[in-house]
């Protein structure tokens, strides 16, 4: 049997530096729990390397991402992370980034910056290939490290300097076309946080130094959040965003269904409205953390910077335009933020490392080892990421490893299993562990 040695890893030969001390450096959870299962290591302040576990929940987040973004009728390209300073003085902000900016002369002496975000670039891409109204709607994407020299760099990947977004661009003929490329934005998000296993509130926000009207952040409640926020109870409770919202139909009602309830966070916050509209027994006042903003900000680069096209009747037209972020990189931080224990992490299964963890309790039987050897295979085989801890090491501290990397499930076997040609399978959310047939654990994998 072939198998993907990228879905089939050994522990003992895996670089998986785990901590068994907290670290000291670290303030929140998601922080020490990333250090303590090796997933990241950091550089210098707010920049950090991924190592191989972390690395492939951050690739697990990003395809999430790509997806839906690629369900939403978004196109993806690569742009650079150094960007030339001409165009943002074109734009007005090389001046306005201010120290946030991370400024570079290259050996001309050219002023070069590396991007904290993108929209004067690809509106000039865009905009230099443009003819007529009949070259929109469009929306493109990237998914690229971004820097900025944040004032506090904090809490571990959710406040880098360095930090990887997807970035997403919508150029619209009009207001109310940008609004439709808006809503496919708003949707996609939805879906894209409800398959991380996250609830995450729209909140209308402000749309602050890129200027417009129209903004929503998405945000997740968890206690080491940096914005305060105010909601109804109502928005937490909202199922996920089910499969059958197709984007070739009406998406207003999904907007509206999200976005009716009361949600703001502290800077747009208005305690007045929130007393009239919230019953007492409905208000919730938390803290959260942005992992989502949309904007819609009209004309502001496509005029600066010449995103213009001919209309039919001969006139000309600067196109209206939005943005749409995500930090992937933060998210992987998120969630944990949103789903662990006393004892690690607990991913949800979608952006799991691994979701097999295999543990052999007497590493060098001969019985065990030819079992635990059947099981990584056949698993990778079913196209299902496996970690075999085929170390000889204590059981306690095999098992506290996997508890700690928070793989989903943890197939334990041992000489008694063996003998009985069973298996046990612990379930990292729920604690319990349960016995069954190597057929019937093969089966809920492929279910
Ligand atoms: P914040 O208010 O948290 O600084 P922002 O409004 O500056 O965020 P945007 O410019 O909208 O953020 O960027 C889009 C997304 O990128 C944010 O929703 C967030 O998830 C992520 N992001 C922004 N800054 C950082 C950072 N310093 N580290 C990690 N992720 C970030
Ligand atoms: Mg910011």
Redesign the pocket.
């Known amino acids: 049997m072939r198998i993907n040695p990228s879905h089939a890893v050994r522990m003992s030969k895996y670089f998986l530096p785990v901590l068994r001390e907290t670290p000291q450096e670290a303030q929140t959870l998601s922080h020490r729990y990333m250090l303590r299962a090796g997933m990241i290591r950091q550089a210098s302040a707010g920049i950090y390397s991924w190592l191989p576990l972390g690395f492939r929940v951050l690739k697990k987040i990003e395809q999430i991402v790509r997806e839906e973004q690629d369900r939403a009728g978004a196109q993806e390209l690569l742009m650079p992370t150094i960007q030339p300073s001409e165009i943002w003085k074109k734009s007005g902000r090389y001046e306005d980034y201010g120290k946030e900016m991370l400024r570079v002369k290259d050996r001309h002496n050219r002023e070069m910056l590396y991007g904290p975000?993108n929209e004067e670039l690809i509106t000039e891409i865009f905009g230099n290939d443009l003819r007529s109204y009949r070259d929109v709607p469009k929306i493109l994407y990237h998914i690229q490290w971004k820097f900025?020299d944040?004032v506090r760099p904090r809490y571990g990947?959710?406040?880098?300097?360095e930090?990887y977004?997807k970035d997403a661009y919508s150029f619209d003929i009009s207001p109310e076309a940008g609004r439709l490329s808006y809503n496919k934005m708003f949707v996609s998000y939805l879906r894209s946080f409800a398959r991380m296993g996250l609830k995450a509130i729209p909140m209308k926000a402000d749309a602050?130094p890129i200027g417009g009207n129209l903004s929503h952040?998405f945000i997740i409640l968890a206690e080491t959040g940096?914005s305060e926020v105010f909601c109804h109870s109502d928005y937490i409770d909202l199922d996920a965003l089910k499969d059958e919202a197709e984007y070739d139909g009406d998406l207003q009602p999904i907007i509206d269904r999200w976005t009716k309830r009361y949600a703001a966070t502290d800077e747009i916050h208005d305690e007045e409205k929130f007393h009239r509209e919230v019953p007492v027994n409905r208000r919730v006042c938390a803290r959260g953390i942005?992992?989502?903003?949309i904007f819609f900000f009209g004309t502001k680069y496509s005029e600066a910077l010449g995103a213009i096209v001919d209309l039919a009747d001969g006139g000309e037209k600067a196109l209206e335009m939005g943005s749409y972020?995500?930090?992937i990189?933060?998210l992987v931080g998120g969630i944990i933020e949103a789903s662990h224990d006393a004892n690690g992490i607990i991913w949800p299964e979608s952006v799991a490392p691994f979701h097999v963890g295999l543990v052999n309790l007497r590493q060098g039987d001969g019985a065990c080892d030819k079992v635990a050897e059947s099981i990584f295979s056949k698993v990778a085989s079913l196209g299902s990421d496996i970690i075999y801890d085929d170390r000889t090491e204590r059981a306690g501290a095999k098992f506290a490893t996997m508890d700690l990397i928070g793989v989903p499930y943890q197939v334990i076997i041992g000489p008694k299993v063996v003998e009985r040609n069973v298996i046990e399978v612990k379930n990292r959310k729920t604690g319990k562990s349960e016995e069954m047939s190597h057929d019937a654990f093969f089966n809920l994998l492929k279910a």
């Open positions: 975000t900025r944040e990947v959710m406040r880098g300097r930090f977004m602050g952040e940096e942005e992992i989502g903003h972020g995500i930090g990189s933060r």
